[in-house]
């Protein structure tokens, strides 16, 4: 027996000893509603998956030991969980607990309750009756539970009603759910009834008209940041609770959209005079969308606060950025820049115009702390070219620190002055002949994404980092079976690989020079004494999981290739081909061969998709 459903017992009970004798030690899932039986469970579940119990726990104590391999758990809380909870009986593989709260809450008893859970990561409370005295038990823990340090994701609080117990409950948990992404407080009925009630009579019990402000200020901060910078600022007219709270709040988001009675300027002016009275110590992110035709945004004009304390700095949409309102110089030094951004570690611009490179420069001189690097779409001409092709420019950048880079669609030539030893994720998704500036970097990269002709395959396998773990490469011509060789076998931990070949030019600004049409046509395989290695390589043998091809037209060359990795490939879970063909006849016998083809690992699973799919 794998499940047992028991949801009435029709006998009378006349004693104390148990009416229901339970023998299954195969089973997964468990499901009693009934609060008045007896249960004798005589052996031990350890296969137990699932279980959803409502009975009294007083009468059944042996319950819990039999629970303690659990997953997924549904129980009432009773005091008497506290007492029979000990040190020896740890819910170790508990994920998703759902507690249904049946006396009046008290903080104490849930906190007491979480160091039994190490490694819970989903909390749903659920508040059953209010009326009734429970008396306190236990007492806050004197560290923080280990499921709150490291594993607790979501938490969901039902018939939340602001009581001071519950109020420190929740401020315990949100202070100390590091790893928290969504809490989720749904307001007691018989609050939300008053509520309702209060807004008909207009007069009448007007304290419970805000019960929303019983919540503790971090709970009001993360659901402040869900609205708009405006309506945040508007709370603070509501009562003296709320008066400052906006002003606390971790994370900025201002977006000229949601202003529409602003003009250009008056946003930002709006945006640079909210900024200085913001106090929080920290400012964790300041995102700032403007619209197209909004005037120039001039970064040194914001209050010298958001310099020292702002880690990630997030500009969309923005037509001229200017860093400072000094004129830019033909040749810049990278000496000190006037205003430094002393605690940036995220830069994210995109959809950005420069008004010159030098501008550029200067913003980047300005964050010497860069770790996060994501530019899309980034321009450098002045406002009167700013609808025509722009020159190529020499942007410089100096990140020593970097450990994140993510470039797609820019500019300007991008010249890195000093190494980044530290760079974990690159993904470059820029004009081909670049390509080559960027080689210099990947030394220590484990995650790269990249875009290059054929012939700079042999540049890219001298460069790589030996660490690298997850490699996509998008090949503008064809790649042989020599050259994807030699590239693995420089990269002998790689787990990951996704491939795929353009065999059609792009047309744009960056493809109209004649030079480059002929660099993107003409490349000679190197021999095979140059790439083809004499054993397999590394990653092939221990460590290649995931295999992924784009674009796949079924050549001859490609066939080799897609041959040889699943033949070698011993640690491949999955091989996904992406099928290209005008005909489906055609495409149907290209995934006929690509089925035939032997696998040397046995769990290895073949997908093959169109590649309109």
């Not at 304390?309 to 000094?326: A, E």
């Not at 950005?352 to 420069?361: A, G, H, I, T």
Request: glycine share 2%; hydrophobic share 40%; with cysteine.
């Amino acid at each position: 027996m794998s499940r047992l459903s028991i949801t009435k017992e029709c006998a009378t009970y006349g004693s104390d000893e148990p009416r229901l004798e339970i023998s299954t030690p195969c089973l997964k899932y468990l499901k009693i509603f009934e609060c008045r039986g007896y249960y004798n469970f005589l052996e031990d579940m350890p296969k137990l998956v699932e279980a959803d119990v409502s009975v009294d726990m007083s009468k059944n104590e042996k319950l819990l030991r039999v629970l303690s391999s659990v997953e997924h758990l549904v129980i009432c809380l009773y005091p008497s969980i506290v007492l029979d909870l000990t040190d020896s009986l740890i819910f170790n593989r508990l994920l998703h607990l759902e507690l249904n709260v049946c006396n009046s809450f008290r903080s104490n008893l849930l906190l007491s309750l979480l160091k039994y859970f190490p490694n819970l990561q989903s909390l749903n409370l659920g508040h059953l009756n209010t009326e009734d005295q429970l008396y306190c038990l236990g007492s806050e823990p004197s560290s923080v539970p280990k499921c709150l340090s490291f594993h607790l994701e979501s938490i969901q609080w039902r018939g939340y009603a602001g009581t001071l117990d519950e109020r420190e409950a929740a401020a315990y948990i949100l202070k100390n759910a590091h790893r928290l992404k969504t809490s989720t407080i749904r307001l007691h009925t018989t609050c939300m009834d008053n509520e309702m009630s209060a807004v008909k009579l207009g007069t009448e019990d007007v304290t419970f008209s805000d019960m929303i402000s019983n919540l503790p200020d971090d709970l009001l901060i993360q659901i402040l940041s869900l609205v708009s910078i405006s309506e945040a600022m508007n709370t603070s007219l509501l009562s003296k609770r709320w008066e400052s709270l906006w002003k606390m709040m971790p994370v900025l988001k201002y977006v000229e959209k949601s202003c529409p009675t602003m003009t250009s300027q008056g946003f930002v002016e709006f945006c640079r005079r909210s900024l200085q009275l913001h106090e929080a110590p920290v400012l964790k992110a300041l995102t700032i969308k403007l619209q197209l035709q909004s005037v120039p945004l001039i970064l040194s004009s914001l209050p010298e606060t958001v310099f020292q304390k702002l880690v990630v700095l997030k500009l969309h949409m923005i037509r001229y950025l200017v860093f400072d309102d000094s004129p830019p110089r033909r040749y810049f030094s990278a000496g000190k820049p006037s205003v430094c951004f002393r605690s940036l570690k995220g830069l994210h611009l995109r959809s950005v115009s420069f008004c010159d490179e030098q501008y550029f420069c200067r913003l980047i001189s300005a964050c010497p702390l860069l770790e996060d690097v994501f530019f899309d779409t980034v321009r450098t001409c002045s406002p009167k070219t700013i609808f025509l092709p722009p020159p190529q420019k020499r942007l410089e950048i100096s990140t020593p620190c970097l450990k994140y880079l993510k470039i797609k669609n820019i500019t300007g030539r991008l010249i890195f002055t000093k190494d980044m030893p530290n760079l974990v994720e690159a993904t470059l998704e820029v004009d081909p002949s670049q390509t080559s500036d960027f080689l210099r970097i990947l030394t220590s990269v484990e995650f790269l994404s990249i875009h290059l002709y054929a012939n700079e395959v042999l540049l890219l396998a001298d460069k790589i980092s030996q660490r690298l773990l997850r490699l996509e490469l998008c090949i503008y011509g064809k790649i042989s079976r020599n050259l994807l060789l030699h590239l693995l076998k420089h990269s002998p931990k790689l787990r990951v690989f996704k491939l795929q070949e353009i065999h059609e030019l792009l047309m744009g600004p960056a493809w109209t020079d004649p030079c480059q049409l002929a660099y993107f046509k003409k490349f000679d395989d190197p021999p095979p004494s140059v790439c083809n290695p004499s054993s397999v390589p590394e990653c092939l043998s221990f460590h290649l999981q995931t295999f992924k091809w784009r674009c796949y037209r079924g050549t001859i060359e490609e066939k080799e290739v897609v041959r040889y990795i699943l033949q070698n490939a011993r640690c491949l879970k999955t091989a996904t081909i992406y099928v290209s063909s005008c005909r489906k006849k055609k495409e149907r016998l290209k995934i006929k061969e690509l089925k035939s083809m032997p696998k040397a690992s046995t769990s290895c699973l073949l997908v093959t998709r169109r590649r309109s799919s």
